[in-house]
């Protein structure tokens, strides 16, 4: 399977894999155009079936998301990635991939422009003697030991730049150019694919919706004013907290009353105020001041601001992918939630693990209200998620497409219940 990503790999992949393969590509690049060391990421061995899927779902996400930024960062990030594995070939190396690229080629029906001039490029690379010397550790961007003959539309950019000799509508390209002009056909092969993909039936898809939000999280800085997230400020929370859905906000409730919560209601509390738009320098100042507040009453957690503010500062910041294994956590849907085993916490789903008191409380109905009667029928279903998704419909009076259920979670209930979706 060739780097040069001509086409797509086909089978079946289970979603939460098409998410880790996806964002974990993500993070590659981004560490890439920062010139970082880059840690050796298993989803981006070149060549391999997660690379060629990572690769197509970003162009996925470019093309539906339609930002500028995201685009620019996907074609520079590529290209820069394409760049250094070219670097890396051995003469072998590079015969097995042009062989590769020439088998690709092969199978294209309706052929772009610069296909003809790569296959012509490939013909030449794959003989022995030029890939040799193309590898060749002594090999100048000036030589011109070896030529191919090409059309004049093809290497305009060249041509721009008189850096090559053009007779009677044919440009000679030297072999000093050739490396050069493969990543200008990389680049001409991803902006084709990213300006004449057509992903209309794709945009009803709940799988790829779920996972086109995460990459937005990701891609923050990369959005236009259009498209940007709003932010939220850690003095916004307690007016940002009406339009909570009933778990977190109960975890909020829970907080500020007694200005502590367990170390997993904690951790997934934060991970959904930093999912709707709490940036980790608001998220050091909302918990620093919970935390510096003295508990009120008996609580398991005994630590304090004052005491413990490296390991806040330490966890936060993990949270947001800047300490650690630099992973950026994203909030648990409610599945997971649900599934969670809640005997010594505060938290967890309550269509699930509220009694009907408590229940009541937090959805503040009455038990004389026919919406509880309809929460309770399903309750007794275990459709809890389905509760919840009644319960948003009748508090905000609108109507949730069906598609909603499938991986919902608290982030989308809040999105819905401000209208940011």
Known sequence: MSFFYL?????????????????????????????????????????????????????????????????????????????????????????????????????????????????????????????????NSNHLNECSHYHIKLNFKHCLNFIAKRQVELKEGLVLLPCGKWRQYLVLLFSMNLKYRLSNTDLTPLRSDPRINELLFKIRRETQCFQNGSNAINKLRSIEVDSASAFFPPCMLNLHKYLRNKHRLSHTQRFYYSLFLKDIGLSVDEAVNFWSAEYRQNPNGKHTCCHSWDKDEKKYLYGIRHMYGLEGARKNYTSQNCTRIQSMDISCSEGGCPFKSFDAENMMKILNLRREDVLLSQINELKAKGMYTSACILFLEKKCDIICDNNLSFNFSPVKFYQKSTKKM
């Open 7 to 135: 086409s797509p790999v086909k089978g079946n992949l289970p979603v939460h894999i098409l998410e880790e393969i996806t964002t974990s590509r993500l993070q590659y690049l981004q560490e890439l155009l920062k010139r970082e060391i880059v840690e050796y990421n298993q989803y981006t061995v070149e060549g391999s079936i997660y690379d060629n899927v990572g690769h197509f779902m970003l162009c996925i996400a470019a093309i539906l998301n339609k930002s500028i930024g995201l685009t620019q960062f996907l074609l520079n990030g590529e290209v820069e990635l394409f760049k250094r594995r070219l670097g890396s070939l051995t003469a072998y190396d590079f015969r097995c991939f042009v062989k590769k690229l020439l088998r690709n080629i092969k199978k294209y029906e309706m052929a772009p422009l610069f296909i003809h001039p790569l296959q012509c490029l490939c013909q030449h690379l794959m003989l022995k003697d030029m890939a040799q010397h193309i590898c």
